[in-house]
C-alpha cells in the first residue's frame, strides 16, 4: 500500500519561492509515476508536474520554466521546488501516485490511486 506524507507548503509574497515535499513509500523495482496535482478554490483539478520512475518529468505550460520536480530514490521523498510564484499559483497541492508510467495523461488526476492530505501554497 502507497502512502504519501507531504509537507511545506504556506504563504508567500509574488514572486517568492516555496519546496513542498512528499515522503512516498513506493516498491522502487516497480513501474510508478509520481506528480504534483493542485486545486484552487473553485477550480478542478491541476496537474502541475509529474516524474516517472527513470527520472523522466513532464510540466504543465503554466508552471514550466518556475517549477522543478524531482525525486530522491535513496531517501523515498519527492519535491517540488516553486520559484518567481504567482497569485495564480494558490492553491492546494497534492502528492499523487500511480502504478504505471505516467504516459501522456500524466495530468489526469482521475488516474492517480493514491493522494497525500493536501497543503496549502498561498501567494499574495
Known amino acids: 500500500h502507497v502512502q504519501l506524507v507531504e509537507s511545506g507548503g504556506g504563504s508567500v509574497q509574488t514572486g517568492g519561492s516555496l519546496r513542498l515535499s512528499c515522503a512516498a513509500s513506493?516498491?522502487?523495482?516497480?513501474?510508478?509515476?509520481l506528480g504534483w496535482i493542485r486545486q484552487a478554490p473553485g477550480k478542478m483539478r491541476e496537474g502541475v508536474a509529474s516524474?516517472?520512475?527513470?527520472?523522466?518529468?513532464t510540466y504543465a505550460a503554466s508552471v514550466k520554466g518556475r517549477f522543478t520536480i524531482s525525486k530522491d530514490n535513496a531517501r523515498n521523498t519527492l519535491a517540488l521546488q516553486m520559484n518567481s510564484l504567482k497569485p495564480e499559483d494558490s492553491a492546494v497541492y497534492y502528492c499523487?501516485?500511480?502504478?504505471?508510467?505516467?504516459?501522456?495523461?500524466?495530468?489526469?488526476?482521475?488516474?492517480?490511486?493514491?493522494w497525500g492530505q493536501g497543503t496549502q501554497v498561498t501567494v499574495s
Open positions: 499523487a501516485a500511480k502504478d504505471v508510467w505516467c504516459g501522456a495523461l500524466w495530468y489526469s488526476s482521475e488516474l492517480y490511486s493514491y
Open positions: 513506493l516498491n522502487p523495482t516497480s513501474d510508478y509515476c
Open positions: 516524474i516517472d520512475r527513470d527520472g523522466t518529468t
